[in-house]
């Protein structure tokens, strides 16, 4: 497929994402039943998938959103900034944060530690993507999606300078 120049060969089908959603919703819905955890969607790539999820849980919950910084282009500045934090209390509360995709890991990083000073009453990571070739993790994730390998991939929420989140389904990006 083209896009404005750009070759994009598709990674996951929307199917492929759309039935790895109900399992995941499936496994959160089990977890926190009888409980009203806060889904914190991290902006925007997680927008979607939030969204997709959401719909599929059989649970009820609330719901509130985190914007950082860290990337320019394609390429990680290796510093994370915090652009909106979250405006719900969190303390005591059943906590899932929903990344889109985690790369370094220095995001999810940074997030984890801010949630925990906030001392929620658990703190559980679902990301779509993970690239465990390059992810420098000391901690675990709780649901991971797919595991991807390190190349840069767009749509279904994720960007390349703020463009193709609108893609149905996940793409590698071929540059010229
Ligand atoms: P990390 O801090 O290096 O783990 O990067 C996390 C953030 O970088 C993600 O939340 C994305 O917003 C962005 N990112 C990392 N890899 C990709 C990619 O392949 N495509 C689009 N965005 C990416
Ligand atoms: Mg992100």
Request: glycine letters at 6%.
């Amino acid at each position: 497929m083209e896009f404005h120049g750009y070759t994009l060969t598709q990674v996951l089908a929307k199917e492929e994402i759309q039935n790895r959603i109900s399992e995941i919703a499936a496994e959160l819905s089990e977890k926190f039943h009888n409980e009203v955890p806060i889904l914190i969607g991290v902006l925007n790539g997680s927008f979607i998938f939030l969204a997709d999820l959401i719909r599929a849980l059989d649970i009820d919950c609330e719901m509130d959103f985190i914007k950082l910084a860290s990337y320019h282009g394609d390429k990680s500045t290796g510093t994370v900034r915090l652009r909106k934090d979250i405006s719900a209390e969190i303390t005591g509360r059943h906590v899932i944060i929903i990344e889109d995709i985690i790369d370094s890991g220095l995001t999810i990083k940074f997030i984890k530690d801010r949630m925990n000073d906030a001392d929620p009453k658990s703190l559980t990571i679902v990301t779509l993507l993970l690239k465990p070739d390059v992810a420098n993790l000391d901690f675990p994730i709780d649901i991971v999606g797919f595991e991807i390998a390190p190349e840069f991939v767009v749509g279904y929420g994720l960007d390349y300078d703020q463009k193709m989140r609108h893609l149905p389904a996940i793409y590698r990006l071929e540059k010229e």
